[in-house]
């Protein structure tokens, strides 16, 4: 039977977390984006071959353990995601510092540029 491949496939994926939480600490854009690459097509590999397995095999208490174990760690990888993202947001802001934004946004009829002929609407009573 197949289910020792399950077995090896979350091998694979605990090993491919741990990559990419290593990529993700040491800041490195190449592994980071590598890593994630790799754990997403394990993640596909995993549930496609679970799915030609019977579901009786493969749940047993150990891999559920194993699932859980991960989807638990999962939450914290994406908040460290997002915490990169901010930092990397934050610098770039400041080397390249963004103009303000006008308090007056939109088409106001004072402070603009002079408009063309024929482009004032008149009212009529």
Avoid at 27 to 44: D, F, K, P
């Amino acid at each position: 039977m197949s289910l020792p491949l399950v077995d090896q496939q979350l091998d694979r994926i605990e090993q491919q977390f741990t990559a990419l939480s290593v990529a993700l600490r040491d800041g490195s854009v190449q592994s980071l984006q590598a890593s994630a690459e790799r754990l997403q097509q394990l993640a596909v590999e995993l549930r496609q071959l679970v799915d030609t397995l019977p579901r009786a095999g493969v749940l047993q208490p150990r891999r559920a353990a194993r699932l859980k174990a991960l989807a638990a760690k999962l939450p914290m990888l994406r908040e460290n995601l997002l915490r990169r993202s901010a930092y990397v947001n934050r610098a770039l802001e400041t080397l390249v510092p963004t103009p303000p934004k006008s308090t007056y946004a939109g088409r106001a009829t004072y402070g603009n540029v002079a408009r063309q002929s024929g482009e004032f609407k008149t009212v009529s009573a």
